[in-house]
């Protein structure tokens, strides 16, 4: 390469005696090194520098010129074997004439690297230097900043510019030590280019303790040429940043002499991801941890019981009652004050190490960990008792609410979430069953209860996913005719061996678990195949086939959508179908109820009231629902022939339901008497054993075919050869 910019070939003239005059006078920068240190800089030399006229120089050539490696420092440091030639070797053009060795001055080699200007600019620059002394590794070097043939800004102007502009804080460090950072540094970290220069990264924003990245960081980009973390660092005021960083070292002539890295602000990203994982573990309207982060820390603590028995810790189950109630009469947005108001009681009550999280509609849990004593858990469920009642203003409208408590203590027994959980919701049944408004701590012979109830609930899965429910039916007669009007589909349990099992006892459980969800949907389905058969094989019986309703099913959303499959996959006529609702269903949601009674209506359903008077309705309901009959229990039944004041109240029912030109239909009809009787009041429908009880599907369909039951009251043909 040959230089011929603003007379650089003129060190050829003074490479063996330099004249510090004619030097001085070079436009291009002119440095002297001496053993590896900068001992001369001329003028322009020391503008670019920063150093004063006349001050000594005694600088690192690596702290001066970056990158200007290899052949400087093998320059510097001598010939490997002693020898001229192998210096001379390195130099541009050096080759033997005649066996004799040519003037040093030739031995010129050129370079390109940066001079780490003042206030620690980079400046790109190219020159050569020449070996005045090997012994004495003196060294003269001369150098140019780059520009453009154009005369556009030279290339450390336009580098300092594309760094000043980047959106992130970048910092370029020489070595240890930072020789260059860009207005973004200066914003996000709060510290001048001026405070920056010549410190250390760990200096101004590394925080304390996290000294071993910066260790990784290198570590990963002399390893893999690059490397990035997330992770925090420190303002000038001692905030902590969330900072994305990216590093790769700074490269000269092949040989790393320091590092680049840019630091990008994450705050508002991690600031969103903060926000989402808070959603996704806690509940939207009450802010309270939600179902995965109770369980999730119940699980922890489950676990540190295992490894440290004499740790207690505590779960509470809490059921809000009414609360169906409070939306029904005041809207949705009236109960979501009142769950949100619950909500601060309860975090008022407890300390923050425990875990109060919302399961769902009116269901709350309770988590406490390092419980002191049983007492101390049983004092806090009061507490939350008496905050909880305090009355509540929605609307303008004073509410008292009112909740059940079940507690359970955890044991070395309790090795999953569930086992625990599930004896703090029987202690909470036990305390609604109580009166509600209370706590109920769960104790041995609730878990020798549970015991039992946990059995009969595997027994009712294992006799649902093995078929081991059939579906009976019941004859309803006309009573003034004995005219067979249909039958009503019953569930009964062939246990294997044959036995059938009673239903009494282990229905109540199927509701509180949900099994009688899909046991009630296989009813349904069975019940519409069957009354299509029938259809087919008997036109103009025009049969009626009941299906019972439990609360629980008749509160599902999507009844009346299960309902319509059920009709279009069976393909029987709705009109042959009727849907028997129990009274305490109405109890629970009476507003509700009323849409729920129209819409089946509307699908051409029949609709009945079933149990009316069991619980001493009100007399409202039959005016208010839409229906086709009522259905009279079976206990106002049983008074029957008897005068008295139970009579005088079926007499009213009936003339009520002629008014409304709905049928009535009575339950357990056992006697002759009382079909007499109900004939007498005019009632329209009866079933009971004085007919026939239930029986299975062959004798069900003989008595369809019969069509008729006997004045002398014997059913034709007689109901017991059935079956």
Known sequence: MALTLNGLDALDTFSFLPDHSVLEALPCCVLMQHGGRIVYCNPSARALLGLEEGAAVDLPVSEVLLGAYPG????????ANGSRSSLKAQGEGAAKDG????????????????????????????????????????????????????????????LEELLDSSPEATVITHGSRILHVNPEFGRLFGYSEEDALGKTIEDLIVPEGRAHECEILTHSVDVHGRASMETVRQHRSGELIDVSILMA???????????????????????????????????????????????????????????????????????????KYINDTLGHAGGDIVLMTIADRMRSCFRPQDTVARFGGDEFAILLENVTSFL???????????????????????????????????????????????DADFAMYRAKSDGGGRHAVFDDAMEMHASVSIHRENELRRAFDEHQFEVWYQPVYHLESGVLEGFEALLRWRRPGGILYPLVDVLPLAEQTGLILPIGHMVIEQACR??????????????????????????????????????????VAPGRIRVEIPERAIHQNPDIAVGVFQRLMDLGVSVALDNFGAGLASMNFLVRLPMDLVKIDRRLIAYLPSPGRDAALLN???????????????????????????????????QGHLFSPAVPVEAAEKIAQAGQWSASGQATPDPKSLW
């Open 72 to 79: 400087l420092k093998l320059a510097q440091e001598g010939p």
């Open 249 to 323: 070292p700074v490269v000269m002539l092949g040989e790393r002499v320091g590092y680049f890295a840019s630091y990008r602000d994450i705050r508002e990203q991690k600031a969103i991801e903060a926000r989402l994982q808070h959603d996704a573990l806690h509940d939207a309207l009450t802010g309270l941890a939600n179902r995965a982060l109770f369980l999730d820390r119940l699980e922890t603590t489950i676990a540190r019981k295992q490894r440290r028995p004499d740790m207690n810790y505590a779960v509470m189950f809490f059921d809000l009652d009414r609360l």
């Open 530 to 571: 069957q009354a299509r058969k029938w259809d087919e094989a008997m036109p103009d019986s025009c049969l009626s086939t009941s299906v019972n309703l439990s609360p629980r099913q008749f509160n599902q959303p999507d009844l009346v959508d299960m309902i319509a499959e059920a009709l279009k996959r069976s393909g």
């Open 652 to 686: 009213t029912l009936f003339d009520l339901g002629r008014a409304l030109r709905v049928q009535m239909l009575a339950e357990g009809v056992e006697t002759r008497q009382q079909l007499q009787a109900l004939r007498k009041l005019g009632c329209d429908l009866g």
């Open 99 to 158: 066996g004799e060795e040519r003037p040093p001055s030739s031995n010129r080699t050129s370079f390109e690297c940066v001079l780490a200007g003042v206030g620690g600019h980079l400046i790109p620059v190219c020159g050569s230097y020449v070996v005045l002394n090997t012994s004495e590794l003196l060294i003269l070097i001369a150098a140019l900043p780059l520009a453009s043939e154009d005369g556009t800004p030279n290339r450390s102007t336009f």
């Open 376 to 422: 101390d858990v049983k004092l806090i469920a009061q507490r939350m008792q008496q905050e909880i009642s305090k009355p509540i203003e929605v609307f303008g409208h004073q509410i008292v609410v009112s909740g059940s408590t079940g507690i359970a203590f955890g044991t070395a027994q309790h090795t999953k979430a569930d086992e625990i959980l599930r």
